[in-house]
């Protein structure tokens, strides 16, 4: 379990869960200090080292250059710490350290990954840190976790690491395998209606995270497959799903985002916000194509100025190649979706409020830009 302790929490700290802390970092602390276990006063000593400890940990609560702490515990016991200090407005982590008994599981590049997600919330965009020249063990986790050596000051190495691409190459590193699998699994079909499913499902989340922060409305959320990611990265999702039980699934993966349960006519009247995008994932299909320009010309006054709507789906350029498509796979087409279709739009009233680009990805899928226009 990931948890931050910021200074109201710090404030209010239990003698228990600093007692764990302490037995976190409680490991060859004598040594640092040159105390010898021998030592005849060596059980002193220890809880000396213990007091300044708690001194320290109680001290950031009210000390100007502390940010926030952050825990990983694993069955009620903490396991991995580490802190930001603020110095020379620079966010430094500090004390990394996992406890004794859990080295090489893992538990501190999960802690720093946590970390870094609330760093990209509170609008942090480079973490500094430092390591000893000698400690060979520390200078390989740094750059393990991704920071980059940019100097040296006396006996440390200097790093920094850029927040948003770390977080972009951890949503890069988990999409791949999943997207791997998904092709292999389109691809032993290459038909209709899968292929390109997961293509379309990549293309969105690059366009929308070439910005770094925005609104996110999705209609047709289901278990928020796309939004997901998406959310841990800090972005603002509504979602929009016929399906309460799809709704549940997904708030349980984004507890803070919004939901409505409902038609997608229906929802936009219980919206009160402005979006920058609004995402059609196989979802418009089951609209008519007068209720699909409908239903787009309408989320217009939904958008902010540049917003853009983002429809992936099964789709073609022309009714033609709608039909020759509907011919090959007749015995398993669904006569009941209405899939997109470039010239019906280009055809229509859309026109007029959208720009709209558009990419055919293969004979099957399609993805689409309706990009508000300023003026209608």
């Known amino acids: ?80 710490v580490c802190r930001i200090n603020i110095h020379d407005n620079r966010y430094i982590l500090e004390g990394l350290q996992t406890h004794k008994d859990y080295y090489r599981n893992g538990f501190a590049s999960k802690l720093i990954n946590n970390m870094i997600y609330d760093l990209k919330k509170d609008g942090i965009k480079t973490l500094y840190s430092e390591a000893r020249t000698w400690n ?28 948003e691409t770390y977080i972009k190459k951890q949503l890069f590193n988990q999409w791949a395998s999943n997207y791997n699998q998904s092709v292999i699994e389109s691809q032993k079909s290459d038909t209709y209606p899968f292929a390109g499913y997961s293509e379309i499902k990549y293309q969105i989340i690059e366009l929308i995270i070439a910005k770094s922060s925005a609104t996110i409305l999705d209609m047709g959320i289901g278990t928020g497959e796309i939004t997901d990611p998406l959310y841990r990265l800090g972005y603002d999702i509504t979602g929009v799903d016929f399906s309460q039980k799809m709704i549940e699934i997904a708030k349980e993966k984004m507890p803070k985002a919004s939901f409505i349960q409902g038609e997608f006519s229906e929802a936009l009247i219980k919206l009160k916000s402005k979006y920058d995008f609004v ?73 007029k409020a959208y720009s709209v680009k558009y990419m055919q990805l293969n004979e099957v899928a399609g993805l689409y830009q309706f990009i508000k226009k300023t003026t209608f």
């Open 1 to 80: 379990m990931h948890v931050i302790w910021n200074k109201d929490k710090i404030s209010r700290l239990t003698p228990i869960e600093k007692e764990q802390w302490f037995d976190c970092l409680n490991y060859r602390l004598e040594e640092d200090r040159n105390i010898s276990l021998l030592d005849p006063f060596i059980a002193d000593k220890q809880r000396g080292i213990k007091n300044d400890y708690f001194k320290y940990i109680e001290s950031c609560a009210s000390a100007d250059n502390f940010y926030k702490y952050y825990i990983e515990s694993q069955d009620d016991k903490i396991i991995s």
């Open 279 to 351: 995402i059609f994932n196989y979802a418009i299909h089951h609209l008519s194509y007068d209720n699909q320009i409908m239903l787009l010309e309408n989320i217009r006054e939904y958008l902010n100025d540049n917003g853009i709507i983002i429809i992936g789906d099964v789709s073609t350029m022309t009714q033609e190649e709608m039909d020759r498509l509907h011919k090959k796979y007749e015995p398993i087409w669904d006569d009941e979706e209405f899939y997109p279709i470039l010239e019906k739009y280009q055809l229509s009233t859309l026109m």
């Open 136 to 163: 060979a063990a520390s200078n390989q986790l740094q750059q393990k976790l991704g920071f980059i050596k940019y100097g040296q000051h006396e006996l440390n190495n200097l790093y920094k690491l850029d927040v």
